[in-house]
């Protein structure tokens, strides 16, 4: 089967580091991405890993490890709106069709 | 910037009911998704378009059929609405080879 495994809940204090972490066993795998959702809003893009390394953009930073099968996504500098759904989701097969196989979320909760 | 517009932010319908919810995007993609997303379940795929006039079904299609006559719209239908379709619908977009852009979300109550 496909399986996408993220902590369901994660706290943090306002101004810290957090690294959310997502390990995935699929069929295939042509990239891993990272969304955010608000409460009550849609997904929004946060960063797409293919290769093996960290991507940095901004405060946000994202690592794949495609022999481990494993991501994490890493928030320096937390501020209260941090405070959000991070949903890894992994595209196991190449070609058009781009059907992702999404993770449960990982709840995070930034207190001051 | 790529926008997704789905019609209702909110919607009530009574059991039974035939409803339509639809999506449309500005940028010409030609990947179109229906997700419907619950607490503790996350995301599932309903269904999928990858061309006009093209559908395939995702995860979870039983009660829901769908219709893309144009490239820019991809309409979600519930058949006949019961109280287990109560759900956040998301519609999202893509081109080949890149991630989703989703849409607001339509709220859907059914009463």
């Known amino acids: 089967g496909q399986n996408i495994d993220q902590p369901t809940e994660m706290t943090a204090t306002e101004g810290a580091i957090v690294q959310i972490n997502c390990t995935y066993q699929?069929?295939?795998?042509?990239?891993l991405f990272w969304y955010q959702q608000h409460a009550g809003e849609a997904p929004t893009f946060l960063s797409y890993?293919?290769l093996d390394g960290l991507e940095e953009k901004g405060r946000f930073s994202s690592f794949l490890s495609r022999s481990k099968g494993y991501s994490y996504l890493l928030l320096k500098e937390l501020q209260m709106k941090d405070s959000a759904s991070y949903l890894c989701?992994?595209?196991?097969?190449?070609?058009?069709?781009?059907?992702?196989?999404w993770g449960l979320g990982t709840s995070l909760a930034v207190n001051p | 910037d790529v926008k997704v517009t789905q019609s209702s932010r909110y919607l009530v319908k009574r059991t039974g009911e035939k409803v339509f919810l639809e999506c449309v995007q500005d940028?010409?993609?030609?990947?179109m998704f229906w997700y419907r997303q619950d607490p503790g379940l996350g995301l599932r795929l309903i269904y999928f378009?990858?061309?006009?006039?093209?559908?395939e079904k995702g995860d979870i299609p039983e009660g829901y059929s769908v219709s893309r006559e144009k490239k820019e719209r991809f309409s979600l239908i519930l058949e006949s609405a019961s109280t287990n379709q109560t759900s956040m619908y998301l519609c999202?977009?893509?081109?080949?080879?890149?991630?989703?852009?989703f849409g607001s979300g339509t709220r859907l109550t059914v009463v």
């Open positions: 890993n293919v």
């Open positions: 999202a977009s893509s081109p080949p080879g890149d991630g989703y852009t």
């Open positions: 699929t069929s295939g795998f042509n990239g």
């Open positions: 940028m010409d993609h030609e990947n």
């Open positions: 989701a992994v595209s196991p097969n190449a070609g058009n069709n781009r059907k992702l196989i």
């Open positions: 378009s990858y061309d006009v006039k093209m559908k």
